[in-house]
């Protein structure tokens, strides 16, 4: 035997059915503010840029050992203030500003790198251009001897 089941023809959803009976909507923001206060409170601390800050003080003993100093005395100071200030950031717990700073710290640090090299090249491009032109003065004078 088989039953049949008749369906209403027109589901309705009263409001009464979505209202809280038990509590107002002032309540129910009330509650869903307090428990974001306590999610934001509850937030970790944010984490140091600590890969920046020694990548930025590895840059700065590398241009420090390749005697970058005697060429590019600015860039290398600046990059060492601001590892520097990127340290007291952190300190302050502003991360985003230390992260900033290290990586400014470390690209003064590549600066000041490159410009010594720069420079080190150059003194070598004089250097062999000064012993070139006294090995054309020779061989002109040895030229003239015979």
Known sequence: MVQTIHLPNETRI??????????S????????????????????????????LQ?????ISSAERARVADY???????????????QSAVKQEKMVEAQRLAQQARVDAEL??????????RVVNEQMQTGTDTLKL??????GDQ
């Open 25 to 52: 909507k002032g309540k129910i923001f009330g509650t869903a503010m307090l428990g974001l206060l306590l999610l934001i409170g509850c937030a970790s601390k944010p984490v140091p840029p600590t890969a920046e």
């Open 112 to 121: 000041a790198s490159a410009k010594a090299e720069v420079a080190k090249a």
């Open 138 to 143: 020779e061989m002109e004078r040895k030229t």
């Open 55 to 59: 990548a930025a003080e590895q840059a």
């Open 14 to 23: 009263h409001d009464d059915f979505l209202r809280f009976p038990f509590a």
């Open 72 to 86: 590019a005395s600015v860039e290398l100071s600046e990059a060492r203030d601001k590892l520097s200030a990127a």
